[in-house]
């Protein structure tokens, strides 16, 4: 079963930063699009960002000019850099990989980020 593994999350105060990573098996191939969601407490899970694996990205207009995606293809890993993070900004965030060769659609664990005001 693919794992991807997710690590950065924590605790931090608002107008702060934190760098989430998300990586793929090595040994994977053919990883179409990365990208991050994140699920707040009672409401639904939401795109936060999504990078081809050409380097095109797209973004929620909630962290237009405050994160930043990107991804290492030779590392089969994804980042997100999240500046001037908000209070709203608190959920579980999830990575997410499409990756055909492998039947689809796989997801990491979740990562908490707290924003405290």
């Known amino acids: 079963q693919v794992q991807l593994v997710e690590s950065g999350g924590g605790l931090v105060q608002a107008g702060g930063s934190l760098r989430l990573s998300c990586a793929a098996p090595?040994?994977?191939?053919?990883?179409?699009?990365m990208g991050w969601y994140r699920q707040a407490p009672g409401k639904q899970r939401e795109l936060v960002a999504i990078?081809?694996?050409?380097?095109?990205?797209n973004y929620a207009d909630s962290v237009k000019g405050r994160f930043t995606i990107s991804r290492d293809n030779a590392k089969n890993t994804v980042y997100l850099q999240m500046d001037s993070l908000k209070p709203e900004d608190t959920a579980v965030y999830y990575c997410?990989?499409?990756?055909?060769?492998?039947?689809?659609?796989?997801w990491g664990q979740g990562t908490q980020v707290t924003v405290s005001s």
């Open positions: 997410n990989a499409v990756i055909p060769p492998y039947g689809g659609n796989y």
């Open positions: 990078i081809s694996s050409g380097g095109i990205t």
């Open positions: 090595l040994s994977m191939f053919g990883i179409n699009a």
